[in-house]
């Protein structure tokens, strides 16, 4: 505990920046259900498309104004937060666990099932992911737990490429050699040996993951195959704001901004922890 | 090699490759381009001053582009708005939609099921091909056809035997009387038959050449369709001399362009823009009566989950229970018309004093659903789309909101417009659909037959309603052939309508329109949108 | 060299195969084309109908077994939704988006370098500061909302750019922009840590040592390899790129592949889908067929890359 703190105490002043954002939006979308001011599927028709408080027409009963339902911005700001972060998390943990495992069999064994492995990244690679998504989306339908299976399954390229090229490199090394030769098993070997010496640049790889997430998750919705619209996220609420936004401009405006800093911080996380942890990760994306 | 050599071999790799990558982009794009639009002045047409030598251009932009310029083929009113500018009708709808001849001069039944329709003398397609029986045996044998997979409507097996009886004279003989004979030959178009066999079946989609006011020029996919006007057009020349639709897919860049005075015509405009596009200065908001019905379908089937809405008493409680027209007033910035059941003012033998049954009365409801066994409620879900129309989740949302006041624990089920179609055409032996879900009908001006067909009776394909009566009365309704015939079921259906809902009656949609004041339309009067009923505005 | 090719062609092969296949079973899955393509008020018949003509109603090894057949002879069908050949939709829209992504490319690129290098050079110096922050932001905006914030602001208030449209090279401003900020900002920052990297390495120490010019020293050597990350990264990355393309077509309503493909996708239009994937991952894979190429030919010490 007290090297972390040492370690965050010198981190650079955007890592110390992303990270208190980051606590806050965990905060704010843990305790979401008590912090926001109403209820999240409170729709009032008569109130819709009211302006936020600054704004002349605005109210301080709708801080952030109301969207084309009636709804609290604000509230479903603090909502999206929370589902926000579940998809970026979630899709992201799906993909690296799929790609680690992946990626340690193909570099541990070799062979036959590293080629098929690699092709399957082959296809993968060939295989534009928002046209992959798409078409994964269209045929297990639109919910928020389907998008998150599709990012995960789409996802896991990265991770699998970085894998196997470290575990080569690993195989090499004498600890590894001397587990092999004394005639440890090879499950063993992989978990004991191996696992430990790569995580640190799946954990790393998984950071950046959460804010490509989100965005992609963003996109998906806007292509109409995301989300449905009744669950707030902050992409959801970007994409079915943006009919209005020549006359209510804000219910675009606040969730992009959310999203804009909410990624932005982690990746300024994401660097700094790969520039102190794993210098060799450097310039993989 | 040297690395020197092999810098240099790596970079000249790369120049090839970008070489070879923007001469495909270039000769491929000239392809596209026809020598009309590189010669033609681009469409800045909002400065733009008429006068007699530049052509008065008139751009339209619309969300996608058609499927097809075929007009036996493309359905929906993307491609419609275009080839109903090329090619005519023998029968269309005027300026109070009431059905009038076109190509037609008069039209003669000679026995319940025999029509003769008598062509106007000396009117030729664009490129010279004259406008005769035969021509016009060929298009509706065509459009009848069900070798293609998409019709633009249902005429097979629809007339039995086609004759030319004479140069300009078609004889009809049906397979069964149809009081609706003569709207339903507003629905097929006419093509040249000699060119469009000569370019083959595929290519009329993208050339379809035909008697109207305006010529097909080129189309550039998902980028802009150009048409000018038809220098051997039999009837009145129309002022603008060319059409330019664009496509244009986001709903806000179309505003934006509109206010820039780039494009004339929009559609679908959401209210909330109105007062921008009016800020413009030059800009007409306008709506346009559709004719389609927003409501929202019982599912009645035992497996529907929802033993509640197979009470009578419920189905009206929930017809009492929400406010229409607050949705009306709120959600569609007044553009709409309440409608107490799906029979439509236009349609024949409106009964206009059922028209105010429904009310908003939530304590009615209430006492309704105690009555009917259901003080506390029940369970409901309430399916919607998000494309069906731009505010059709808001609406279902509301209503959703009206019925939660009632008591009912309603969860509303938001999906996009592929899946939910998906689900209730054709949904019955799958299971899927919901309880309630909200949709819309529409039908050409006077034709009932599909909504009574495809909502109401037990045999649609978007049909959830096995209430007892609707298929008795209907079957009976359509047995008989002549106005007067039909009548008295016509008064009962919508009686039926009222004391034993189907649905929950919304209302009738408005379409939206922004029209550039340069040009002098309102589309309010018109059943389609026809350039050559526009005029340059003084 | 010539084995090594013969083998990446095979294997190339191989994987627009498995693509092929794994779309269709993707589609099969997908949903039913006919309920898309009857109007609501047809008949059950006209239902059957349309999958008889289209073939739908035989097995799906029989509907396979078709497919490959008709794709080897190059047919590759007609478009439910269109119906039109495949091949014709495809050659109307994917000049459009190649021009956009080329441009795109040939914008972000040498500006990325550029910046990429500076920053790795003059480390922790305000300009670098800068471009890491911008690099941030490139790779935290999502590109639609970006791409609307930019036709509000100089289409619609400034009036500067045309909102839509394609044609001019007006037009083509505000799409390039936003099809460039996200590659732009990932390459940027792939070339600073990369020079970063090389810089430290010892040969570098070694020529200054032997008392190169520094400017020769970044360019001969940090550049260079900088350009090889930089090349295999950005073939790799096409994908991506395109997933872009499909949002900034969407908005800046160009003519390009990326829209017709979301029409298919929402209409189950399966020829059209099955055609588009296969021209994708045929384009994809001639990309980084020509970048590995590039890559032996100019540093034969990575030619291991073949096994990857």
């Known amino acids: 505990m007290k090297n972390v703190w040492k370690t965050i105490s010198r981190s650079t002043r955007t890592a110390k920046f992303g990270l208190v954002v980051m606590a806050l939006w965990i905060i704010v979308a843990v305790l979401a259900p008590v912090i926001a001011p109403y209820d999240i599927n409170d729709i009032d028709i008569a109130q819709r498309l009211a302006p936020p408080a600054w704004e002349k027409k605005g109210t301080i009963e709708h801080v952030l104004g109301t969207d084309q339902l009636g709804r609290d911005v604000l509230t479903r700001l603090i909502y999206g937060s929370r589902i926000s972060l579940i998809v970026g998390i979630v899709a992201g943990a799906v993909g690296m666990v799929i790609g680690v495992v992946l990626g340690l069999i193909a570099g541990y064994f070799g062979g036959a099932v590293d080629a098929i492995i690699s092709r399957m990244i082959d296809v993968m690679l060939a295989f534009p992911f928002i046209f992959l998504a798409m078409l994964l989306v269209a045929a297990l339908g639109s919910s928020l737990g389907n998008v998150i299976i599709v990012l995960g399954i789409t996802g896991w390229v990265p991770y699998a490429r970085t894998i196997r090229a470290q575990v080569l490199s690993v195989k090499e090394k004498e600890f590894v050699k001397a587990a092999n030769a004394i005639g440890c098993r090879d499950l063993r070997i992989i978990f004991k040996q191996i696992l430990p010496s790569v995580v640190d640049s799946a954990i790393i790889l998984g950071t950046m993951d959460v804010g490509t997430n989100i965005l992609a998750e963003a996109s998906l919705t806007f292509l109409g195959l995301g989300i449905p619209p009744s669950i707030a996220t902050w992409g959801n609420m970007i994409a079915n704001g943006r009919d209005y936004i020549f006359n209510a ?26 520039d102190v942890r794993d210098p060799r990760l450097r310039g993989v994306d | 090699m040297s690395k020197k050599i092999k810098l240099t071999a790596f970079l000249l790799v790369m120049c090839m490759m970008v070489a070879i990558f923007a001469a495909c982009s270039t000769t491929s794009g000239n392809l596209n381009t026809t020598p009309t639009d590189s010669t033609a002045p681009t469409h800045n047409s909002g400065s733009q001053v008429p006068n007699a030598k530049e052509p008065f251009t008139v751009t339209i932009a619309q969300g996608s582009d058609p499927q097809s310029l075929d007009p036996h083929r493309a359905s929906g009113d993307i491609g419609a708005n275009v080839f109903r500018n090329i090619c005519q009708n023998l029968f269309f709808y005027d300026e109070n939609w009431a059905v009038t001849p076109v190509l037609a001069e008069s039209y003669k039944q000679i026995s319940d099921t025999e029509w003769t329709v008598k062509l106007k003398e000396g009117i030729t397609f664009s490129n010279g091909e004259a406008l005769n029986a035969e021509a016009v045996i060929w298009n509706f044998k065509r459009a009848a056809s069900d070798e293609f997979p998409r019709q633009s409507f249902t005429f097979k097996n629809y007339v039995s035997e086609y004759e030319a009886v004479d140069e300009l004279t078609v004889k009809f003989t049906l397979s069964a009387a149809d009081i609706f004979f003569i709207e339903h030959l507003a629905e097929v178009p006419m093509l040249a038959p000699a060119y469009s066999e000569q370019i083959g079946e595929e290519a009329i989609g993208g050339n379809p050449v035909g008697t109207g006011p305006y010529t097909f020029v080129s189309w550039e996919a998902d980028k802009e369709i150009v048409l000018e006007k038809n220098p051997t057009y039999w009837g009145e020349e129309p002022e603008i001399d060319r059409i330019v639709v664009r496509t244009i897919p986001e709903a806000a860049t179309r505003v934006a362009e509109m206010v820039n005075g780039t494009v004339d015509i929009i559609m679908n405009v959401q209210f909330e823009s109105t007062e921008m596009l009016q800020s413009a200065g030059n800009i007409s908001v306008v709506p346009k009566k559709m004719n389609r019905i927003e409501y929202i379908a019982y599912n009645t089937y035992d497996w529907a989950g929802c033993p509640a809405l197979q009470n009578k008493l419920v189905r009206q409680a929930l017809n009492y229970a929400v406010d229409v027209q607050a949705i009306i007033d709120n959600i569609m910035g007044g553009y709409g018309e309440r409608a107490s059941t799906l029979w439509r003012s236009d349609y024949d033998g409106y009964d206009e004093a059922l028209a105010n049954t429904f009310t908003y009365d939530p304590e009615k409801a209430k006492a309704m659903l105690a009555e009917a066994g259901y003080p506390d409620g029940f369970d409901l879900v309430l399916m919607t789309d998000v494309d069906n129309h731009a505010k059709a989740q808001e609406v279902t949302e509301a209503v959703g909101a009206y019925l939660t006041a009632i008591g009912i624990n309603v969860k509303v089920q938001v999906l996009d417009d592929t899946t939910a179609y998906a689900i209730i055409v054709n949904g019955q032996e799958a299971k899927q659909c919901p309880p309630m879900f909200d949709w819309n009908w529409g039908g050409k001006p006077n034709l009932y037959e599909s909504t009574l067909t495809g909502v109401l009776h037990s045999g649609g394909m978007s049909s959830y309603n096995v209430v007892e009566g609707y298929d008795a009365i209907i079957d009976a309704l359509l047995a008989e052939t002549t106005k007067e015939g039909r009548a008295p079921y016509i008064q009962q259906l919508q009686q039926l309508m009222v004391d034993d809902p189907a649905c929950l009656y919304l209302f009738r949609l408005y379409d939206i329109y922004a029209v550039n004041n340069r040009i002098d339309w309102n589309p309010i009067n018109h059943y389609a949108m026809l350039v050559s009923e526009m005029s340059i505005a003084k | 060299m010539i084995r090594y090719i013969i083998r990446r062609l095979l294997q190339t092969v191989l994987v627009l195969f498995l693509v092929m296949t794994l779309v269709f079973v993707i589609l099969r899955v997908v ?229 017709l493909i979301v029409t298919a996708i929402k209409g189950y239009d399966f020829p059209l889908i099955q055609a588009s994937t296969l021209i994708f991952a045929l384009i994809f894979s001639i990309i980084n067929c020509v970048a590995d190429l590039c890559y032996t030919l100019i540093d034969p010490r990575i030619s291991f890359r073949i096994n990857k």
């Open chain 1, 249 to 274: 401009g804000w219910l675009t405006t606040i969730p992009g901004i959310a999203l804009l800093i909410g990624c932005l911080s982690i990746n300024f996380v994401g660097d700094w922890l790969r």
């Open chain 3, 31 to 259: 949903g039913d084309p006919a309920k898309m393509m009857v109007t609501p008020d047809s008949s059950y018949e006209d239902l059957q109908n349309i999958r008889r003509i289209l073939g739908l109603d035989q097995p799906i090894w029989k509907q396979y077994l078709n497919y490959l057949s008709d794709v080897l002879r190059g047919d590759f069908g007609s478009s439910y939704y269109f119906e039109r050949p495949v091949i014709d939709l495809l050659k109307e829209r994917l000049p459009a988006t190649l021009k956009l992504g080329f441009i795109s490319l040939a914008v972000s690129l040498p500006l990325a370098l550029l910046f990429g290098v500076i920053s790795a050079i003059k480390r922790n110096s305000l300009l670098d500061n800068a471009v890491t922050t911008f690099v941030v932001m490139g790779r935290s905006i999502p590109t639609f909302w970006f791409a609307s914030l930019m036709v509000l602001i100089f289409s619609v208030q400034l009036k500067w750019l045309p909102a839509s449209g394609y044609g001019e090279t007006r037009q083509l401003i505000m799409p390039v922009i936003a099809m460039s900020s996200g590659m732009g900002a990932s390459v940027t920052r792939l070339t600073r840590s990369a020079m970063l990297d090389v810089m430290r390495q010892d040969y570098i120490t070694t020529a200054r040592a032997k008392g190169a010019a520094e400017t020769k020293v970044i360019i001969k050597h940090g550049l260079h390899n900088a350009l090889l990350a930089v090349v295999t990264f950005v073939a790799l990355q096409i994908g991506y790129m395109f997933a872009g393309s499909v949002v900034v077509e969407s908005i800046f309503a160009i003519p390009g592949i990326g829209r």
